[in-house]
């Protein structure tokens, strides 16, 4: 003999003194998204093929920027290394 399963359906009102937020259904989770309701995130990190041109040349400027950044910090840096071997040698 066996005995049949019987599941026990109970609604929580009340846990600790505080109610579990409300699920509310909204209709329109099952309607189609609209072009302009897709997942923004997802275009976002995707690039389109026709702008390759404009990050090409964002990102040489971007390189050419960063490398002369560079080399004005390294020339101050040798000015600097230069200016204070002096200072050792004229009163160290």
Do not use: H, Y
């Not at 093929?49 to 040798?78: C, E, Q, Y």
């Not at 600097?80 to 009163?91: D, K, P, S, T, V």
């Amino acid at each position: 003999m066996t005995t049949p399963s019987q599941a026990i359906e109970v609604e929580v009102v009340e846990i600790d003194g505080a109610a579990p937020p409300a699920k509310f259904e909204t209709p329109e989770a099952s309607a189609p998204r609209q072009f302009w309701q897709t997942n923004w995130q997802d275009r976002a990190l995707k690039l389109n093929s026709r702008w390759w041109p404009l990050w090409v040349l964002l990102g040489a400027a971007a390189v050419v920027l960063l490398l002369t950044v560079g080399l004005a910090l390294g020339i101050v840096f040798v000015i600097f290394r230069i200016l204070r071997g002096l200072m050792r040698a004229l009163f160290g």
